[in-house]
């Protein structure tokens, strides 16, 4: 069952002028790679939105720095960061090495 993405939050001056222009969902790309010494990276990337990139070296890290990256090229301001929250709602593997998840935001009136 899919999870919902939820961004917590009571501010009106949040809900009004930062989730309104986030998108539903955003796919993302999670692809292998390999660094100059050869340790095992992973790339992110969307489809869609070509400024969102990122690399990480666990699957931890790579939640955070999706979340980073959808919020800062969305250009969400800082203090308002920490009231929208991510989760997958759909994964698939569309290649034997690359895992596509789709991310998407709920809008809530209230924590």
Do not use: W
């Amino acid at each position: 069952m899919p999870k919902v993405i939820r961004a917590y939050t009571g501010s009106s001056f949040v809900n009004r002028e930062v989730i309104s222009r986030l998108p539903t969902s955003i796919s993302i790309r999670f692809s292998p790679a390999f660094n100059e010494n050869g340790d095992l990276i992973i790339a992110i990337s969307s489809p869609k939105y070509s400024g969102i990139v990122s690399e990480a070296r666990t699957k931890k890290e790579a939640y955070e720095n999706v979340h980073d990256a959808i919020l800062t090229y969305f250009d969400v301001p800082r203090a308002c960061a920490k009231a929208i929250k991510f989760e997958v709602v759909e994964m698939k593997r569309d290649s034997p090495t690359t895992l596509l998840q789709r991310f998407a935001i709920k809008q809530l009136t209230h924590a």
